[in-house]
């Protein structure tokens, strides 16, 4: 049986455990980040910034573990962004924990909605964006913001750029450098009203159903991609890494590679990062 898994996407280390359905949770060190707690993990109770999809149990059950294993490491309250339609209830739900525990296990609760940005660190920033789930459901996208030089300006010497900068000239365009996002447990639909997804260096999708033993029409209906889909749109994708997971387990592990290898264009499987152990089982 397979315990944690520890994935490269360029830059990237995405590591944790996801089966759809049963527990997704995984962390982002480079961006002090995990993404849902649907089973906890120890080594991610350092992580101070943690960002949750929807309130399905596969995505949140893991949370009070985090919490209390955060309390016997005396570290502070940590941020938990949250689609804003849960947070009370998750307020409420924690202080209902607090009481039987006899400990503080609230957190310091970001509720967001579409297009809602937060800082987190001087140069990175959060965007949340809706998926569509039966549920409240958000993906997060992160991005840097960098000053660029107009391209009228690129020919002058740097001390004049100094110079006109000084007399407060504008000379720079701020664009986004669109780093890493999360979606999860969503239709496809997603990359229609979220179209930046595409370009985003690393893009972290679930692809919960691959073969026939879904069909596409029961994915949908539970509010899942589907392999079949996500080929149809394959040359879409202009991400430099593609990491899948939230895989069924009506897979097998090693299926779920096979598979992906098999129908994927060959294009989209060199950018293709497989989020499932290489063989044995699910954890
Ligand atoms: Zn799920
Ligand atoms: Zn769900």
Known sequence: MAGVLEVKAGKYTVRG??????YTSL??????AVFDAGITLRSFAGTDNVFLSHGHADHIGGLIGLLGIRGMMSKPKPRVFMPRE???????ALDHMTKIQRYDLSVDGVGVVDGDDHALKADLRVRAFKTHHPVP????QFFRRVNKLKPEFRSLEGSEIGRRRKAG???FDQVEHLELAYATDTLLRVIDTHPSLLETRVLILECSFLDERKELSA???????HLDELLERAEEFKNEHLVLMHFSQIYKPEEVHAILERRLPKHLWERTVVFAPRRGSFF
């Open 219 to 225: 994915s949908r209906a539970g509010c899942h991609i």
């Open 17 to 22: 455990i996801s089966v759809g359905g049963v």
């Open 169 to 171: 000239e504008q000379l």
């Open 86 to 92: 849960v947070q009370g209830h998750l307020d409420q």
């Open 137 to 140: 459901s958000v993906g997060y």
């Open 27 to 32: 962390q982002v060190p480079e961006l002090d």
